[in-house]
């Protein structure tokens, strides 16, 4: 008798179910070896299979966070590429600014520029209007708390918002000024509003009531906090009351720009006067003015507005003669303007108060303290008024950018 023999069904029972175990066997290291993994199914091992489901979501959720960090980044690159086309046309309007606020252009040239500024106002808009990014609009305001999945559990977060960059919603912030509050004379006292070069109503400031002491300081509240300015005379020049402000800015985030400019109406005859400037009510580095005026135009003014700019070196101020027939004397530093021992024939006049043999020999000018900052910002009710300014501040927009005039020119160099 052959050993081993299949001579019974227990037998062939037995060894079918070792072949069918064997197979198994052969087809589950089969799969171990093409898929590489030590558990395919929960049969393999069922607490191994469950871990490693855990760690195949974990893997997953990290694959698609990386996905959505890169769709982050392309739509911040899509963002920050038209911001710089934005930048690149603000840098521009700088240059065409600077260029209108030099006074030798004429009134066509200065319009011509501004045509071409108002172009470039309205790609700004443009670009904010129609940059998107997955049917986004990206830059006109709407994009507003979006949130960006970067990881593979909830609450791993980014959440990204970006402003509207239109024209009319880029500016600078900047304090409006009150009703014009008066040439001061060389006592503080308020004499009448003058004219700014323009001829319009203009603001002298930081005269008045008086100082902004320790005791009575004004209160400047910014975006990054609040400060407390001080100043020692009332009669103290623009320049000073903005270097004490800017003295502030890394508190108040709320910075200060200084300008002296007066437009004088003239009456033919011959004029004499001292010309200085100064920090207060004293005159400082004067210098005798002579001249004989021939007539309210720029041809008649043309002798008086050469003796004085001839002096510029000493006093700081210059003189122009605009299409008015004004006489504009400027500080560009923001140094008062004094004028002492009026004599003559002729006479200079602004906002009620006229210098002549007769009438007022003296008076100092001070000028126009101009606060602006990138975000809100707000004086104080009891000495806003000292420097001429309203208690809260107002969006100048790139959209209000008007250069067809120097002085809107000057200001477009601020709002740029």
């Given at each position: 008798m052959l050993s081993g023999a299949i001579n019974t069904n227990v037998s062939a029972l037995f060894a079918l179910n070792s072949l069918s175990n064997t197979s198994d066997k052969t087809s589950q290291l089969e799969q171990q070896l093409s898929t590489g993994l030590a558990i395919n199914s929960p049969a393999d091992n069922p607490a191994g299979y469950i871990a490693a489901q855990g760690f195949t979501t974990q893997i997953g959720g990290v694959n698609q966070a990386i996905a959505n960090s890169n769709e982050a980044i392309s739509l911040?690159?899509?963002?920050?590429g038209a911001l710089t086309q934005q930048v690149n046309i603000l840098q521009q309007i700088s240059s065409i600014a600077d260029q209108a606020a030099n006074g030798i252009n004429s009134t066509a040239q200065l319009a011509s520029l501004q045509q071409v500024v108002?172009?470039?106002?309205?790609?700004?808009t443009t670009i904010s209007q129609q940059t998107q990014f997955s049917g986004l609009?990206?830059?006109?305001?709407?994009?507003?708390?979006?949130?960006?999945?970067?990881?593979?559990?909830?609450?791993?977060?980014?959440?990204?918002?970006?402003?509207?960059?239109?024209?009319?919603?880029?500016?600078?912030?900047?304090?409006?000024?009150?009703?014009?509050?008066?040439?001061y004379d060389t006592?503080?006292?308020?004499?009448?509003?003058?004219?700014d070069s323009t001829g319009a109503s203009f603001t002298i400031t930081s005269g008045g009531a008086g100082a902004f002491s320790t005791t009575n300081p004004l209160g400047v509240s910014g975006s990054?906090?609040?400060a407390n300015v001080t100043i020692s005379t009332a009669n103290e020049s623009a320049q000073d009351v903005a270097g004490a402000i800017?003295?502030?800015?890394?508190?108040?985030?709320v910075s200060a720009v200084a300008d002296t400019s007066v437009a004088f109406t003239v009456t033919s005859g011959s004029i004499s006067f001292t010309l200085g400037n100064g920090n207060g009510g004293a005159q400082t580095n004067a210098v005798n003015i002579s001249a004989t005026v021939t007539g309210a135009t720029q041809t008649g003014l043309a002798s008086l507005v050469s003796a004085i700019n001839q002096a510029t070196g000493q006093t700081g101020v210059t003189a122009t003669a605009n299409s008015s027939g004004q006489l504009v004397l400027t500080q560009a530093q923001g140094d008062n303007i004094s004028?002492?021992?009026?004599?003559g024939t002729g006479t200079l006049a602004a906002g009620g108060q006229t210098l002549s043999t007769a009438g007022s020999q003296a008076v100092t000018v001070q000028g126009v303290v101009t606060m602006q900052s990138d975000q809100n910002f707000a004086l104080d009710s009891t000495n806003a008024s000292e420097i001429g300014l309203n208690t809260t501040s107002s969006l100048s927009s790139l959209s209000s950018v008007n250069v067809s005039t120097t002085a809107g020119a000057n200001a477009a160099l601020s709002v740029v």
């Open positions: 911040v690159q899509t963002a920050n108002s172009q470039l106002q309205t790609q700004v609009n990206l830059l006109d305001g709407s994009f507003q708390g979006v949130q960006f999945q970067v990881g593979p559990n909830e609450g791993q977060t980014l959440q990204l918002s970006i402003g509207n960059t239109g024209a009319n919603q880029l500016g600078v912030y900047q304090s409006s000024a009150v009703t014009a509050s008066g040439i006592t503080g006292n308020a004499t009448g509003g003058p004219a990054a906090g609040a800017n003295a502030s800015t890394p508190t108040t985030n004028i002492a021992g009026y004599a």
